[in-house]
């Protein structure tokens, strides 16, 4: 029932749903209060409204925007309150007291304060907002971009402001109870005071030096840094704050490139879910300011994801414009007719090359280049299950989509026979739930059926917890558990808190990499993960989402995988390792692996599950598994060779297009020169005339 009710109120958890309960309740315990009347009880109600408010804030809560959407907003509740303290007083026959008059025009002068101080906190923010806002550029040394206001004043602004009523509010109450105005009027003096204090500490932020350079003086200033920097491949990014783990899976290869990289974002919410980085990161929200920015020296651009507003660099003729995706998989996505427009399309593997030839939609095959999938270098090869654990499945469901199609993902259909049967398995595996984070974005179904798989492997990990058969080791486990305090302790040191990051301007001036910093935070995270695992124990199911661990790292410690048609699989295929995909189209399965190349190699469950058997029997006797030459071959099919690596193809693959490149901006400036038509040199020619190379 508190599950439903979760979901229904769209609340994070039952404390949160708890709270919204006790606000709800609170202002008709006001009410109730007021009439009686009984100052104590209104005490007691204005205690709990108060504290619940600020958690639901606090919580960021969902059930807070919808409020302000209903006219029953943060200042809304606010003024109810005040209104009801007043009728509390003219209840108790104090409406001819001066304490009376003095609470009315208390609280109207404190609401006459939050115009000035809205409108000042507008300006300041509309002043400290950044035309493009950056890290690891260093703009702090071109331009002076001053500090925010301190103490957190435009932190959650309105609230604290509101929340200066409460001296008034604690003085008025006392004054009723005590049948004496001094306590009244003490609170409403210091309530206005510290209202007007609010208000005139602000004011300096709007004038002088406290006011960051215009938008033109800033944008200058990026130029002046691209013009030294002189980035050579650009990764550009443009999606919603769930897609950020699109770009975020290329941020250590741009770090490997051999040439100098630069990360280009156009919306804010990216950069603020920005994993971290060693790249110089610029994000430009301003299609304008992006195509006036100076990018000349920019040979090669890297496209994650196909989006409108990639338009406003593949425009500029002077770089190579390459597709790169987010994944590679037999979704629809990896043949999108759009990527026609790019100049080339790299690809994992021939598998991706077969993809376009087949779809047909306008991609020319010399336009398809294999690079590997650099992203999977962490992906251990697997040696079989290690002597005295049992096996461990992932069950790694991709979301629902946009389009409803049954097909896209097995946890609408499958879900939770596949994780019964897993959890029912004889001899026991363990099993890990892994949710692809879009679940439940389009359709509540998956995101119902998401809520029983979940249920289910947390009731199987209670149970088995108490199960004689798996004994835990309590020394490791609590070592472990004590590692994860202090790691994240350290984490957190090193990363700052949320005090600590300051608003754009000033982490655009501030938010320079510390390398030592940064090379220390890589190997605790590294830390993070070996002691996560093993204070969970080799045989504890789980359900794991969030960011860490990260899906590599869950891949490592599994024996095995069911998944449906996404790059998951075709990721997963890197370590060798058994997997099955569910067909929840029934289609057949030879139909389904005539259409899905990354299925070749896989148990193909139907949406009962009753294949698992096979997966099963494949990690527990890898001798005797049928497929394990076919994964061999398909890895290599869909990911390409393992020499030279990926980051070394994939590097030869920018130098050679930038070659391509600056081959033809140089016969466009000869063209130009001699004033006839372009005819661009060889590439061979250019080496020869470019002093620089040999």
């Not at 510290?194 to 006011?211: F, N």
């Not at 999938?373 to 469901?397: F, N, S």
């Not at 409803?404 to 001899?427: Q, R, Y």
């Not at 179904?445 to 088995?464: C, D």
Request: hydrophobic fraction near 45%.
């Amino acid at each position: 029932m508190i599950s439903t009710a979760i979901r229904v109120a769209r609340v994070g958890s039952a404390a949160e749903l708890a709270a919204a309960a006790l606000m709800m309740l609170g202002y008709p315990a006001l009410m109730l209060a007021a009439l009686v009347p009984s100052v104590p009880a209104f005490a007691a109600a204005t205690v709990v409204t108060y504290v619940a408010d600020h958690y639901l804030h606090r919580q960021a809560s969902y059930l807070i925007n919808r409020l302000s959407k209903v006219r029953a907003g943060l200042s809304i509740r606010f003024l109810i309150r005040q209104l009801l303290l007043i009728l509390l007083l003219a209840r108790m026959d104090l409406s001819d007291n001066l304490i009376f008059y003095g609470a009315i025009a208390c609280f109207i002068a404190f609401y006459g304060l939050q115009a000035p101080h809205g409108a000042v906190v507008t300006l300041i923010r509309n002043r400290r907002r950044m035309p493009v806002a950056t890290r690891n550029v260093d703009l702090g040394a071109r331009i002076h971009i001053p500090d925010a206001p301190k103490f957190g004043l435009l932190e959650r602004s309105a609230e604290k402001m509101l929340h200066l009523d409460l001296f008034a509010v604690v003085g008025l109450l006392i004054s009723a109870q005590l049948d004496s105005a001094v306590a009244g009027f003490i609170g409403i003096g210091i309530t206005l005071f510290l209202g007007t204090l609010y208000v005139v500490a602000l004011l300096p932020y709007i004038r002088g030096t406290k006011i960051p350079p215009t938008p033109e003086v800033i944008l200058e200033a990026v130029d002046d840094w691209l013009h030294e920097y002189k980035p050579q491949t650009v990764l550009c990014f443009s999606g919603s704050k769930d897609s950020a783990y699109q770009v975020n899976m290329w941020l250590e290869t741009m770090e490997q490139l051999d040439t100098r990289p630069l990360v280009l974002l156009r919306e804010r919410v990216i950069l603020q879910n920005l994993a971290p980085t060693k790249a110089p990161v610029i994000c430009v929200p301003g299609g304008v300011h992006l195509m006036n920015m100076d990018l000349s020296s920019v040979r090669v651009a890297l496209y994650a994801a196909n989006v409108g507003k990639n338009i406003h660099l593949l425009r500029v003729p002077t770089m190579k414009h390459v597709f790169i995706g987010h994944g590679d998989s037999d979704k629809l996505a990896s043949v999108n007719p759009f990527s026609k427009v790019y100049d080339e399309v790299w690809t994992a593997g021939r598998a991706g090359r077969d993809r376009y030839a087949i779809a047909d939609v306008g991609v020319r095959d010399d336009d398809i280049v294999e690079v590997g999938r650099p992203q999977l270098a962490p992906i251990q090869t697997w040696q079989g299950v290690p002597e005295g654990r049992i096996p461990t499945v992932l069950y790694a469901p991709t979301w629902e989509g946009w389009d409803n199609d049954p097909g896209n993902t097995s946890l609408l259909l499958a879900g939770e026979n596949i994780v019964k049967k897993l959890l029912k398995a004889d001899p026991p595996v363990r099993v890990l739930y892994k949710p692809h984070p879009f679940t439940g974005t389009v359709s509540s179904a998956a995101g119902s059926a998401h809520r029983k798989v979940t249920a289910l492997v947390e009731k199987a990990a209670i149970e088995r917890a108490s199960d004689p058969r798996f004994q835990v080791d309590a020394a490791a486990q609590t070592k472990a558990k004590a590692d994860l305090a202090r790691i994240e302790a350290r984490i957190s040191e090193l990363s700052g808190g949320p005090a600590d990051k300051g608003d754009e301007a000033e982490l655009t001036r501030d938010g320079v990499v510390d390398l030592a910093k940064y090379e220390e935070i890589a190997r605790l995270r590294a830390e993070w993960n070996d002691a996560y695992w093993t204070s969970v124990g080799t045989f504890e199911h789980r359900v794991i989402s969030g960011a860490e661990p990260r899906l590599y790292d869950c891949f490592n410690v599994s024996d095995a995988m069911v998944s449906d048609i996404s790059s998951v699989v075709s990721d997963f295929i890197a370590s060798g390792k058994p997997y099955a995909v569910t067909d929840s189209a029934k289609l057949g399965v030879e139909e389904f692996k005539r259409q899905n190349t990354a299925v070749r190699a896989a148990v193909i469950l139907s949406n009962k599950a009753a294949e698992l058997g096979e997966l099963l029997a494949a990690v527990r006797t890898p001798d005797a598994d049928p497929m394990a030459e076919d994964r061999k071959e398909l890895k290599e099919y869909l990911l390409g060779p393992d020499e030279p690596t990926s980051i070394e193809q994939f590097n030869t693959a920018v130098e050679n297009l930038a070659l391509k490149s600056e081959t033809r901006n140089v016969g466009q400036e000869r063209a130009a020169a001699s004033g006839e038509a372009a005819s661009p040199p060889s590439a061979e020619a250019h080496l020869s005339a470019d002093p620089t190379v040999g």
